[in-house]
């Protein structure tokens, strides 16, 4: 839910009172909830995962789970904290966190923002050039795969199937191995 003021700025998204967090987005700030255990579990694993398979192939990625600011379009209008972006391009970080689009974002929905992240933040994320965008949905089991540089597009996976990046080639996951209670 938009936080109440006519339009905000990057000043407001930097000054926000210490513990509140938000995103900027068209000149507006939205609240974001403290996460679950499932959903934390879920960007833990798929982040460890992933930033190991980077490290076992050489990669020079960086793999950064949220709270992690990322100035989407580089230019101050609008910033987004993804629960899992994956950043290439070394000169795009600084200390405040990426500045323009993550190669590869990863958004664990819940039921307060599923919203955000099937409808806004894809836009967002296809606008600003991230080249694959996950959206893992632990509510319907499944995992929504936006390849945006390949046909098709889009893909769907039960959380019981191997979901490959296109992006890290060779590297797939399976959800339903994380969140099964240990």
Known sequence: MP??????TADD??????GVRAELINGELWDLASPSRSHQRIVYELGRRLGDFIDEHGGSCE?????FAVNLFADETTFVEPDLSVVCDPSKLSERGCEGAPDFVAEVTSPSNSGMDYISKLQLYRDAGVREYWI???????????YFEEEPVATVYKFDDRVPSALFVGF????????RPR
């Open 3 to 8: 936080l109440l003021k006519p339009s905000y």
């Open 63 to 67: 793999v950064y789970p949220g709270p």
């Open 172 to 179: 797939s996951i399976c959800f339903a191995n994380i969140v």
């Open 136 to 146: 893992c949905d632990p509510q319907k089991k499944q995992v929504i795969a936006y």
């Open 13 to 18: 998204y930097w000054n926000l009172p210490d």
